[in-house]
């Protein structure tokens, strides 16, 4: 069965500061691997997703995670954090076999200090 | 496009009640699944259901049951309701090819329990 950590429940940046929330996975093979925000009362927000080829994937409000297969890893990065990124932020992992069931890691709170 | 509904948005019940709620997915989308978000357990699958048959189950006790009707709406019952039960409930639309799907979440419906 595949799980997700995510090491960090709180993170605390200043605006305009870089920032990187860590995700850990576990799955035998090629995992399909997911990040989501969830502002306050509301329901959650693809930021971005992996499945195949490049290990830098591109995604919303100017995001980026890494996969690291050797490091069963898909770290999300952004260069400059705007007061407006201020969420809880999920990881979460799929497989080719289990439909649309997606596991999700603890999630990561982050504030951002002006 | 409009995205996921979810009714009723909140939802205050007693114990040994029973509940229905309720997820209308984007046009289009033949897959929905159902998420249980609490503090302390976090996001947790409930089941998916595709063209109207349950395709996946997560490790909810049979008091928590769905469907899915020939329009893909679908509703989840939990009955004899319990404390433990009161959280954030999320549904999530496809287009149902799986893994790599890209899902969107509704707003949730928030229940409670008293």
């Known amino acids: 069965a595949q799980s997700v950590t995510q090491p960090d429940i709180h993170i605390t940046v200043s605006e305009g500061a870089s920032l990187e929330l860590r995700c850990n996975y576990s799955?035998?093979?090629?995992?399909?691997l997911f990040w989501y925000v969830q502002s306050p009362g509301q329901g959650l927000q693809l930021l971005l997703k992996?499945?195949?080829?490049?290990?830098l994937v591109q995604g919303i409000k100017g995001f980026e995670a890494e996969f690291k297969r050797s490091q069963s890893s898909f770290n999300l990065r952004k260069p400059s954090v705007h007061w407006s990124d201020a969420a809880e932020y999920f990881c979460a992992v799929g497989a080719a076999n289990a439909g649309n069931m997606l596991t999700f890691g603890g999630g990561t709170r982050l504030m951002v200090k002006p | 496009k409009a995205g996921v509904t979810q009714t009723p948005r909140y939802l205050i019940k007693t114990r040994g009640q029973q509940v229905t709620l309720s997820c209308s997915p984007i046009?289009?989308?033949?897959?929905v699944s159902w998420y249980q978000q609490t503090p302390g357990q976090g996001l947790q699958f409930l089941f998916e259901?595709?063209?109207?048959?349950?395709?996946n189950k997560g490790n909810f006790p049979g008091r928590f049951s769905g469907r899915q009707f020939s329009n893909s709406r679908s509703e989840m019952n939990v009955s004899t309701l319990e404390l433990g039960d009161s959280a954030l409930y999320l549904c999530?639309?496809?287009?149902?090819?799986?893994?790599?799907?890209?899902?969107?979440f509704g707003p949730g419906t928030r229940l409670t329990v008293l």
């Open positions: 992996y499945f195949s080829g490049d290990t």
């Open positions: 046009s289009g989308h033949r897959s």
């Open positions: 799955y035998g093979a090629t995992p399909y």
């Open positions: 999530a639309s496809s287009s149902g090819t799986g893994g790599a799907d890209t899902q969107y």
């Open positions: 259901y595709f063209s109207e048959t349950q395709r």
